[in-house]
């Protein structure tokens, strides 16, 4: 289910409720998807997936009246707050993932580790598309890219991931 998003600062400037009352209605439909494309991009680290979507939406209600598309905006500051804390989490110790709702990270740890090796680009597109469901040109309105671009990071995404978890004819035939 796609979220239905109405533009919030561009029709009008309208009052304290009614915007609050978009927002909400926004994080109802757009938040779990967006969670769980941030939670695969940052290799099950749940608390940096609640956090870069809950400052997300924070962002997005302080500068409601300069967003035009809510939704490709809210995917593009998700990830960027999601790198940025990767980025200070190089300098610290190897991260397990924790646990989230219907989710075994024992199962999955292959999968987000070989995702960890994708580039951010190759990783988020690779998650949106593939996971989430999202068509190639929806996930470069989301990420700021073109359709082609997209392609692109997904061919070599999901070649690395070929490479590096085996494809499904080597682990049948293996």
Not at 63 to 71: G, K, M, N, T
Not at 107 to 116: F, N, S, W
Request: no cysteine; glycine share 8%; net charge neutral.
């Amino acid at each position: 289910m796609r979220p239905t998003v109405r533009l919030v600062g561009a029709e009008s400037h309208r009052q304290g409720a009614d915007l609050i009352s978009d927002f909400e209605q926004l994080y109802r439909d757009a938040a779990p998807q967006l969670w769980r494309a941030v939670y695969g991009f940052v290799g099950g680290r749940r608390q940096v997936a609640e956090d870069a979507v809950a400052e997300a939406f924070a962002r997005a209600i302080e500068h409601a009246d300069e967003i035009h598309a809510p939704l490709p905006w809210l995917y593009r500051t998700a990830f960027r707050l999601a790198v940025r804390e990767l980025q200070r989490e190089k300098r610290r110790p190897p991260h397990v993932p924790e646990p989230a709702p219907g989710i075994d990270p024992g199962e999955v740890q292959d999968v987000l580790k070989a995702l960890g090796a994708l580039s951010t680009n190759q990783r988020a597109a690779v998650l949106l598309h593939d996971e989430e469901g999202f068509t190639g040109p929806e996930v470069g309105r989301l990420l700021g890219m073109s359709a082609a671009t997209v392609r692109v990071h997904l061919f070599r995404g999901r070649r690395r991931l070929r490479a590096l978890l085996g494809s499904e004819e080597e682990i049948i035939d293996g």
